[in-house]
Structure formats: C-alpha cells, structure tokens
C-alpha cells in the first residue's frame, strides 16, 4: 500500500508561481510513473503531467512551457513547478500513482487577484 500527501496550495495572484509537493509512503515509489491531475470548478479531472520511473515526462497542451514535473526518488517525492499562473489553473491538484491507481487527498490551488 502507498499513501500520496500533496502540500504548497495556496492563493496566488496571477502570473505568480507554486511548487507542489506529493510525499509517497510505501517503497514502490521509484518503480512507478507518477502524474499530476487537476479538477476545476465544473469540468473533468484532466491530466497536468506525467514522469515515468526513467524521468520521461509530458505535459498537458495548457501547461507546456509553465509547469514543470520532477521527482526526488531518494525522497520519494514527486514536484509540481507552477509558474506564470492563470485564473484558469484553479483547481483542486491531485497527485497519482496511475498504474496502482493511488491518489492523494488533493490540495487546492487558487489564482485570483
């Protein structure tokens, strides 16, 4: 079993920056690709990026070039990098461990002025 707990939501004005973090239990965690999802206010969930265990990573169209994935596995830790933020990332983000279908508890991220 692994439990994922993401930290550093928050408030942020737009065109400002957040790191989220996901710490893993469990010692299956530098085996497993990670990801990132969100859900918005009355949309789906949708997929922000993804690492692999070789640290392959891919984005999300809405997100190339402004959030940056990566992973600490000594840590078992995997980052979300946030900058040049919009109102239209407010979401709820959610950390996944996709092929055991773990998930953290989410943490919210608000852009607003």
């Known amino acids: 079993q692994v439990q994922l707990v993401e930290s550093g939501g928050g408030l942020v004005q737009p065109g400002g920056s957040l790191r989220l973090s996901c710490a893993a239990s469990?010692?299956?965690?530098?085996?497993?690709?990670m990801a990132w999802f969100r859900r918005a206010p009355g949309k789906q969930r949708e997929v922000v990026a993804t690492?692999?265990?070789?640290?392959?990573?891919n984005y999300a169209d809405s997100v190339k070039g402004r959030f940056t994935i990566s992973r600490d596995n000594a840590k078992n830790t995997v980052y979300l990098q946030m900058n040049s933020l919009k109102p239209e990332d407010t979401a709820v983000y959610y950390c996944?461990?996709?092929?055991?279908?773990?998930w953290g508890q989410g943490t919210q991220v608000t852009v607003s002025s």
């Open positions: 996944t461990m996709p092929a055991r279908d773990y």
């Open positions: 469990g010692t299956s965690f530098s085996f497993n690709a």
């Open positions: 690492i692999t265990s070789a640290y392959s990573t």
